[in-house]
């Protein structure tokens, strides 16, 4: 259970936060025994993505839904930052139509996830208002970066019902020197320590998976989703160089790519104890009146097992 503390922030919440995940597979596989587990009350579901493509905006890793579902979704759309240097006034209708399209469960909530910049905020911001007009009788709420909850002169306040805290992906990810770049309490503490409540309701996501990140000649090269720890082990390919970090002794195949002798492997892991204790400890920070759910990114990782 999470931790609180009474008369944190000038707008505390009045009840513990409800859990929720993240479901970012393209195929729907709504895992019912970890949801019960954690007694959540909804899914956030990936619908697709869209990025700039071949001079426009294209939709991708659209959902396949081949089970039905007992519990609340919320359509989710992720859209890459360049698209709202590009983007034109239909995009907003396009949006609207392809989730009503591609999801086919009832929802009361559309989320849209974007890393925004002083410099697209006016393009995104102007999209998130056309798309609250288009579904008059829906929630429309965003994903808040670390750095836009800390920043919010240079950053602005989105145009939404509600917005989510993105409390991962914290690390400099093309550094091989970086610890991990999915979660680092400390530099989370940098950006919400001693910060006003935000001025919409505000949940909190925090993260549960694994990755290995891969480097050649000092640079980021490949990302690989929950790699394959007993390849790892083979020292007749792989040099353990610390804990979590390899060398490519040998070259070969590995989760599908070829890699090459002196390429670097660092692995990545947020697992769900800290994910947990993270969450204990930012919600007394960063909930305010309005704020209702902890929701963990993603429910499909192999970190629930352990």
Not at 121 to 127: G, N, V
Not at 152 to 170: E, F, K, S, W
Not at 195 to 212: H, N
């Amino acid at each position: 259970m999470l931790l609180f503390l009474a008369g944190c922030g000038e707008a505390p919440p009045t009840a513990p936060p409800q859990y929720a995940f993240y479901h970012w597979e393209t195929r729907l596989d709504p895992h019912p025994g970890r949801v019960a587990e954690y007694g959540a009350d909804r899914l956030y579901i990936k619908v697709f993505d869209v990025s700039w493509t071949d001079g426009r905006a294209e939709p991708s890793a659209l959902l396949e839904v081949t089970d039905s579902l007992k519990m609340a979704a919320v359509p989710v759309v992720f859209i890459t930052n360049e698209v709202f240097t590009h983007s034109g006034p239909d995009l907003a209708a396009r949006i609207a139509g392809l989730i009503e399209q591609r999801f086919p469960f009832p929802f009361g909530e559309v989320q849209i996830d974007c890393d925004w910049t002083a410099g697209t905020r006016e393009a995104y911001f102007a999209f998130l208002r056309r798309l609250g007009e288009l579904l008059p009788d829906k929630q429309v709420s965003c994903t808040v970066r670390l750095h836009q909850y800390r920043d919010r002169d240079a950053q602005g306040i989105p145009p939404v019902d509600r917005a989510v805290l993105m409390a991962y992906n914290t690390g400099d990810l093309g550094s091989w020197e970086t610890e991990n770049s999915i979660v680092d309490t400390v530099v989370i503490g940098r950006y919400t320590a001693g910060q006003p409540p935000y001025p919409l309701p505000l949940d909190l996501a925090v993260a549960v998976y694994d990755w290995a990140a891969v480097y050649r000649q000092g640079a980021l090269a490949y990302l690989i989703n929950e790699p394959d720890l007993t390849e790892l082990a083979d020292s007749s390919r792989f040099a353990a160089l610390a804990p979590l970090r390899y060398r490519v002794d040998r070259s070969t195949y590995f989760a599908g790519l070829y890699l090459y002798r002196n390429d670097l492997i660092r692995r990545e892991v947020a697992d769900r104890r800290g994910a947990l204790r993270l969450a204990a400890s930012l919600w007394p920070q960063i909930a305010n009146r309005g704020s209702e759910r902890v929701i963990f990114y993603r429910i499909g990782s192999r970190q629930w097992r352990d």
